[in-house]
């Protein structure tokens, strides 16, 4: 079954701004809260409320959902390779907006995580990263490789990611990741679960903590990555890189790197999706007879016949000579578009020639006769 637009869900524009979905994110859950709503859907309605808010709220995963939809979220999709939608903390999210009222006294009975279990020892996978990169119209034409450095976190090799040494139980949370606290609301008595702050969720914590790391697990490094530009790409594209972002946690797998490409303009060619559009000057003499006229293309220059009486505004297309689609055989056209120049600076001998030329009757086209019909008497 197709899932609802998340934009719909919360009843906002896809041009919503980040505080228009947070208003009415607030006002759908407190209007679907199980504890004051007791129709049969209340839940399921809440629950996926939280959802849309949890994408839409995050401008990352705003932006992907924008481009691939739910696919982005789903196992191999377009997006977020690993990211499972099920996996959302929806505690954070409302003890953000509504304090820790908003607990998970009921979250267990939705199916989905609402802070209720440990994941601290969990493999997860490491963050995402977006990096734009600017492309000259040739390279993204023609494709190219281009090396880009980013500060990563990588795991921490003298304690391999845990953090320090000797483990113990942690004194906070009595080793079960998370800590419950009762507090009274509008809606009446909440127990709200939450992930312990001293152990992060994990249930111990370590005597000797990693110098190298400081506890943390990671070691910022600055790293290389070589990207493969493809042929064709255009601003706004988005070029996946699996498994060269931040490093998991618990063995978990490497984020992935998303580029996003900023393509330069060019000063003859204007593209549009795959095909490219060239305006070609014409003097008053190559339009009026035709001629036989040399052009550039993106790979070489070719000779285009112009046919006589060629005006301002003419299109031609040479097929197959536009750009190549990513990652497919097609090709886009060219489209020349034909502009006849007038003259302003002229030489005598010019200008005695059209001086002879205008009293030739040239204003005998039919265009010119249809004109005069409208002129007063």
């Not at 990693?210 to 790409?233: D, L, M, Y």
């Not at 886009?332 to 030489?347: A, E, H, S």
């Amino acid at each position: 079954m197709n899932k609802k637009d998340y934009y719909e869900v919360l009843g906002v524009s896809k041009t919503a701004s980040d505080e228009e979905i947070k208003r009415a994110f607030r006002r759908l859950a407190k209007q679907y809260h199980p504890d004051v709503n007791k129709e049969p859907d209340a839940e399921a309605k809440f629950k996926e409320i939280g959802e849309a808010y949890a994408i839409l709220s995050d401008p990352e995963k705003r932006r992907q959902y924008d481009q691939f939809g739910h696919a982005a979220f789903e196992n191999g999709g377009a997006g977020f390779s690993g990211f499972d939608i099920n996996d959302i903390d929806l505690s954070e999210i409302f003890e953000d907006l509504f304090g820790s009222s908003f607990g998970s006294g009921f979250g267990s009975n939705f199916g989905f995580n609402f802070g209720g279990r440990n994941r601290g020892n969990a493999p997860t996978k490491g963050k995402d990263r977006l990096v734009t990169l600017n492309l000259t119209f040739e390279e993204a034409v023609f494709g190219c490789k281009k090396s880009i450095h980013l500060d990563l976190n990588e795991t921490c090799q003298k304690c391999g990611g845990k953090g320090g040494s000797n483990e113990k139980k942690c004194s906070k949370c009595n080793g079960r990741g998370t800590i419950v606290m009762e507090q009274k609301s509008m809606f009446g008595i909440f127990q709200t679960q939450t992930t312990c702050p001293d152990c992060g969720g994990s249930g111990t914590t370590f005597e000797n903590v990693c110098n190298e790391c400081h506890g943390t697990g990671f070691i910022k490094q600055n790293k290389e990555i070589v990207v493969s530009v493809p042929e064709g790409v255009d601003t706004g594209y988005q070029l996946r890189i699996s498994g060269k972002g931040e490093a998991g946690r618990n063995g978990g797998p490497n984020g992935d790197i998303y580029i996003e490409f900023n393509v330069k303009k060019h000063d003859f060619f204007e593209r549009h999706d795959e095909d490219i559009y060239l305006e070609v000057p014409l003097t008053i003499s190559e339009a009026a007879l035709g001629c036989k006229k040399e052009i550039p293309t993106l790979e070489n220059n070719v000779i285009l016949e112009i046919k006589a009486g060629a005006s301002t505004g003419d299109k031609l297309k040479l097929k197959g000579k536009g750009i190549k689609v990513p990652n497919s055989l097609r090709k886009g056209d060219l489209f020349v578009i034909l502009n006849v120049v007038t003259p302003t600076k002229l030489n005598r001998k010019q200008k005695k020639l059209l001086e002879e030329l205008a009293e030739t009757e040239l204003d005998d086209e039919a265009v010119f006769k249809n004109f005069k019909k409208y002129l007063k008497k």
